[in-house]
């Protein structure tokens, strides 16, 4: 979001090209009404922008219970030492003062993102959580659980290969994939960047 047409556009082509899918917005309203729309990942704002402040902007998304964990990044052409305490207090996850290089923006959208994802699979009710290796990989569902100390199944698949790995209450406690069984097939596993994974929250005692 940024109230400035051309770099409003300059941003769009760039995020395209690195694999993103985008919606832009000159101003806030107009935000909102997209983002009750598509149930955005994450929102990068200007500070400047039409009717209202970037910081204005993020205060208002994190009083609203659907966003209030939503990542947040702001870009400010003044980068000053207030407007950068306004956005810790506010919540705002990233502030960058431009010009920025677009393979840095990408960076830190990577790690809001993987920071994202292992809130929700922590924050997952009993019916579990599911998603890709290409957003989550093996270490981040491993280190997730173990933190959060978690009694899991986790199911993965890759083509036409299925593997699956156990926990109970945050210890790896068994890991199977083709003829591999115990870290042999945690090891294997940690290589897959690509596939599938399920998440299912249940009792797990022991090696299976």
Known sequence: MDGDPQSRRVLEVSLRKAGYVVTAAPG???????????NPDLVISDTQLHG????SFCEQLRADSRWS?????LLSAEATLEERVKSIEIGV???????IFIKEIVARMELLLRRSRRRRLVAADETGFEGSLADLTVIDLIQTLEVARK???VSLSRGKVDAAISFADGQLVDASVDKLTGPDAVY???TWSQGQFTVTFEPVTSAR
Not at 52 to 55: N, P, W, Y
Not at 93 to 99: C, R
């Open 151 to 153: 009694s899991a199944t």
């Open 188 to 190: 294997r596993l940690l």
């Open 52 to 55: 209202t402040s970037g910081l």
């Open 69 to 73: 964990s939503l990542p947040l990044m």
């Open 28 to 38: 806030a309203s107009e935000a909102l009404a997209k983002m009750d729309a598509l």
């Open 93 to 99: 996850d990233e502030y960058l003062g431009k010009p």
